[in-house]
């Protein structure tokens, strides 16, 4: 076997010699956070909003609940930061509380619709065939309505409670997902490596989880982060119209609802502020996508 | 006509800048072909890039110049390089299809060279670009001159880039490999006419390729690139009987001639003696009157019609055909990934073929017949490091855990000569010969009792070729395998195989023993074949003349 041992040193590309060194997980993250700027204000942007809703109802100075006809309408000082509202409430108080239900209810609704997307999508793209045309019909059909007057309906008519508005978002998340997936799943159906999987005695279906379906994460990624963005603003659309979280409840749509009313007679603060968190924090998941692709990415651990 | 001088290019990547080509020189006459031969990384391509000074993203020509009949190339401008491309300089790149426009008809392509470059006004450039489609010996080129990239085979579209290149007589052209990824008799034809038009117009050309074969054969002078530097330079004749740089000697010898065996391709250093296998007369494979029909739009396509062979325990059994010949077809039912149509398939007097290819993955047979793949990266899961990969069998098949598991993957890690530390490595991380390692490990993980193999060193340089061709001869000889060896090259197959079967349009031409095909071919498809092939100068002549 000595005729063997002179192991061709890596020469494809001359470009880069894998054998220099090897990343961990964590190394790899801290190089594609030093990388990218954007990605790293991204990141930092994301774990302070983590923060928030973790931590923000034990750290506020004020209970977000709490009315006091005293101070109503202040605008921001150094007490009150954002001002108060019309019922005297700590208008910081309340957005940085707000954190944690929307937050909770834009992930859940990603997750559901992100399983449901890729079981739906993988069976699609692997399958093919009658499956696939008609779960296409069916998603075509979801994507025929305006997504939102949809997830309106539906939380009308099922009932106007918080769960609710995380089916609704999800439903109406479900095709952009289910897509991805089947196209990802498409393109290796017949790949190199799935033959070799199925020759070392996987069946259709592992082939499909273990091996397939990994390698459309990266993409998926931009996809749930961009996603996240949406059903913020869509959790928070519903509740401006009226629909799933009531008032008290701090929760950013509402609360800009409310404060909508005041702008008018030069209250500002009521609706700018929760108005500006969301935004952030939209803008976070929006750009968080990409660092995530490079993060789930092996090809770009070098 | 040409003059480089010391030239340097260098990218810059994410390691910092990195030298592709330093300190080449060169110089080509009026007339002249010249070869640049070398590996994957060698920096060939990039120096045709740079003359052309089209770099990629990140590229730069740090030093050096470039003349081309006295202007220089590397200081005048954006604007007047661009004159200078397809004028005077022209090229013809690696994959036809991809630099054709995909939705534009290749006549209407031909025409916006032409015009860019005032060859044609817009009342002759249909006539100018039929024209030229059949100067490039297109049969039917006003109907073709519709048609879109799709619709043609590569070998046609080749013809029309090389058309291309060509409409605006420039006076260089630079082929980057311009046949590979076509088939061998393709290959010839193209190179033919590539040869016959630069002849006939008295161009000079710069063939750039990893085919020494192929460039004795059509090059007047050959220069041998090997991380970026030119290390040998000389006619034909003169490299093959005495290269004189240690790295042209080595691509020498690993270059497969007519007349070698699988150990001449190696240096004598690290030559073992020849393998000696046992094969026996009982029958591993029984192949009976085997068909498979695809159905498609136009009707039916019969991939493979009516073909049975047998393979012999111990025995290696060539495959050799071109592409839509049928060869993966039948790979791939005889690995049980499709079904056939009809036909048996006997393996050990067992009847496989009537087990759906689905059961097949769990069956208590899978692990007898298992497969190497022709695209290694493609073939290995870019999730999946070395390790998992090769234990992937294992764990499913033979329900290996734990210790066991990694013992026995670090000893076949061994077997295939891949490093230990490299187990841990993603695809991307290993170079194209290990992946090939990975690929072969994880195939004979089970020892398995027929190996298939679809052309597992068509994606390798031809020095990792040689490695692996051997590292096959010696676990045939080790495990007593039975190959099943699909090629499209008749000279790789003969190294490996005792007995060969050539296929064309899914049946079977000619079939019997290697030595017996390659000396006396008795059908004319098969002489077709071999007289395609790129005939280095056999080993024994070039030792004589030396």
């Given amino acids: 076997m000595t005729a063997i041992s002179d192991n061709a040193a890596p020469t494809d590309t001359g470009i880069d010699n894998p054998s220099s060194h090897r990343d961990g997980p964590f190394s790899h993250i801290a190089y594609v956070l030093r990388e990218n700027p954007v990605t790293l204000l991204a990141f930092l942007l994301f774990l302070f909003i983590v923060g928030c809703a973790l931590f923000g109802p034990y750290l506020v100075p004020y209970d977000p609940l709490k009315t006091s006809a005293a101070h109503a309408l202040q605008p921001p000082s150094a007490d009150h930061w954002f001002g108060t509202d019309s019922v005297g409430r700590d208008v910081f108080s309340r957005v940085v509380v707000a954190t944690r239900l929307d937050l909770s209810i834009s992930i859940a609704a990603v997750g559901l619709s992100f399983v449901i997307g890729s079981i739906l999508g993988g069976i699609a793209g692997y399958w093919g065939g009658w499956i696939d045309s008609v779960l296409n019909r069916l998603l075509d059909t979801i994507m025929a309505f305006p997504l939102f007057v949809l997830a309106m309906g539906i939380v009308a008519a099922m009932g106007n409670t918080i769960e609710n508005i995380i089916y609704a978002t999800a439903i109406i998340n479900i095709p952009f997902y289910a897509r991805l997936v089947r196209a990802e799943v498409n393109i290796r159906r017949d790949a190199g490596f799935v033959r070799a999987a199925k020759l070392a005695g996987n069946t259709d279906l592992r082939v499909l989880i273990m091996h397939i379906f990994p390698n459309t994460l990266p993409p998926m990624m931009v996809q749930i982060s961009l996603n996240m963005g949406w059903a913020i603003l869509n959790a928070a659309g519903l509740s401006f119209i009226g629909l799933g979280v009531r008032p008290p409840t701090p929760e950013w749509g509402i609360m800009v609802a409310e404060g909508a009313n005041f702008i008018v007679s030069g209250e500002w603060w009521l609706a700018v502020f929760p108005g500006l968190w969301l935004m952030i924090a939209v803008f976070t998941f929006n750009l968080l996508g990409d660092g995530l692709r490079d993060i789930f990415d092996p090809r770009k651990r070098t | ?546």
């Fill in chain 2, 1 to 546: 006509m040409l003059t480089i001088n010391n030239l340097a290019v260098s990218f810059q990547t994410r390691r910092g800048e990195i030298t592709a080509v330093k300190n080449l020189s060169l110089t080509l006459d009026k007339g002249e072909v010249l070869g640049i031969v070398g590996e994957s990384g060698s920096g060939k391509s990039v120096t045709s890039y740079a003359i052309l000074r089209v770099l990629d993203k990140g590229g730069k020509i740090s030093a050096g110049d470039i003349h081309y009949s006295g202007i220089d190339l590397c200081e005048i401008s954006e604007r007047e390089i661009r004159d200078i491309r397809g004028r005077e300089i022209s090229m013809i790149f690696q994959n036809p299809r991809a630099a054709l426009n995909p939705i534009r008809q290749v006549g209407k392509q031909l025409e916006d060279v032409l015009r860019r470059h005032a060859q044609a006004s817009a009342q002759d450039a249909k006539e100018k670009a039929i024209e030229a489609l059949k100067s490039v010996k297109i049969r039917d080129a006003e109907s073709r001159y519709h048609a879109y990239p799709f619709e043609l085979s590569g070998g046609m579209c080749q013809r029309v880039v090389i058309a291309m290149a060509l409409a605006c007589n420039p006076q260089l052209l630079i082929a980057d490999e311009p046949t590979t990824g076509l088939d061998i008799t393709t290959q010839k034809t193209v190179m033919d006419l590539i040869r016959d038009l630069i002849r006939a117009r008295n161009m000079s050309s710069i063939l750039i390729t990893h085919d020494l074969g192929l460039a004795s054969q059509y090059c007047d002078r050959i220069m041998v690139m090997k991380d970026g530097e030119i290390v040998e330079e000389g006619i034909p004749s003169k490299l093959f009987t005495k290269p004189s740089h240690p790295y042209t000697r080595k691509l020498v010898n690993a270059t497969p001639r007519p007349d070698d065996s699988v150990r001449c391709l190696l240096a004598d250093e690290i030559k073992s003696p020849e393998p000696q296998y046992a094969v026996t007369e009982e029958v591993l494979l029984d192949v009976k009157n085997l068909s498979k029909t695809f159905k498609g739009k136009n009707g039916d396509v019969h991939a493979v019609k009516d073909i049975s062979f047998q393979i012999l325990k111990g025995q290696s059994l060539g495959l050799v055909g071109e592409s839509g010949s049928g060869k993966s077809t039948t790979a791939e039912m005889l690995v049980r990934l499709i079904d056939p149509s009809s036909g048996e398939i006997q393996f050990e007097g067992e009847n496989l073929s009537t087990i759906p290819s689905k059961v097949f993955a769990t069956h208590l047979r899978r692990r007898d017949i298992q497969m190497v793949f022709q695209d290694a990266t493609d073939s290995l899961n870019p999730r999946h490091t070395a390790q998992d990969t090769i234990s992937e069998p294992l764990r499913r098949l033979a329900k290996m855990r734990g210790k066991t598991l990694i013992i026995r993957v670090k000893e076949l890690a061994r077997l295939v000569g891949l490093p230990e530390h490299l187990l841990h490595r993603f695809p991307h991380q290993l170079s194209g010969g290990q992946k090939a390692r990975v690929g072969i490990a994880r195939a004979i993980a089970l020892n398995p009792k027929l190996l298939i193999l679809d052309e597992p060193t068509a994606a390798l340089d031809v020095s990792i070729q040689a490695i692996v061709l051997n590292l096959l001869a010696d676990l045939r000889e080790k495990l007593g395998m039975s190959y099943l060896f699909v090629s499209h090259d008749l000279h790789v197959v003969k190294l490996l195989c005792d007995k060969v079967i050539v296929m064309r349009n899914g049946g079977i031409v000619e079939a019997g023993d290697c030595e017996d095909i390659m000396s006396a071919p008795r059908h004319e498809y098969t002489k077709e074949l071999l007289a395609a092939a790129p005939a280095p100068p056999k080993r024994k002549d070039v030792t004589e003349l030396a």
